[in-house]
């Protein structure tokens, strides 16, 4: 079993920046995939970022490349996502999830274990 804590989350301006982070339980965490999705209200939860778990390679999505960055610390156990120049339609809940085995890096159904959600809010 994995536990996903996100402290963090707050409100900001537009134009600002915040950093998610995303701690994890569990001795094999540095196996992991890990991802930062987020849900809007109204909106389907939608993909952010993704980070592999020996080569660190990352992926993003369109509407938060080259803004975002996610970045992991295994010796810490912790995921990060550097959100700059926050927009405010970048307001949602924000989520950390783990993948374990192997699946597509954008479809939540593939990820295993879910963080329980911290809000983001960015006022224009």
């Known amino acids: 079993q994995v536990q996903l804590v996100e402290p963090g989350g707050g409100l900001v301006q537009a134009g600002g920046s915040l950093r998610l982070s995303c701690a994890a339980s569990?001795?094999?965490?540095?196996?992991?995939?890990m991802g930062w999705f987020r849900q809007a209200p109204g909106k389907e939860r939608e993909f952010v970022a993704h980070i592999t778990s020996s080569s660190g390679n990352t992926y993003y999505a369109d509407s938060v490349k080259g803004r975002f960055t996610i970045s992991r610390n295994n010796a810490e156990i912790t995921v990060y996502l550097q959100m700059n120049s926050l927009k405010p339609e970048d307001t949602a809940v924000y989520y950390c999830?783990?993948?374990?085995?192997?699946?597509?890096?954008?479809?939540?159904?593939?990820?295993?274990?879910w963080g329980q959600g911290t809000q983001v809010t960015v006022s224009s």
């Open positions: 999830a783990a993948m374990t085995g192997f699946g597509r890096y954008d479809r939540t159904s593939d990820y295993d274990y």
């Open positions: 569990g001795r094999t965490f540095r196996r992991y995939r």
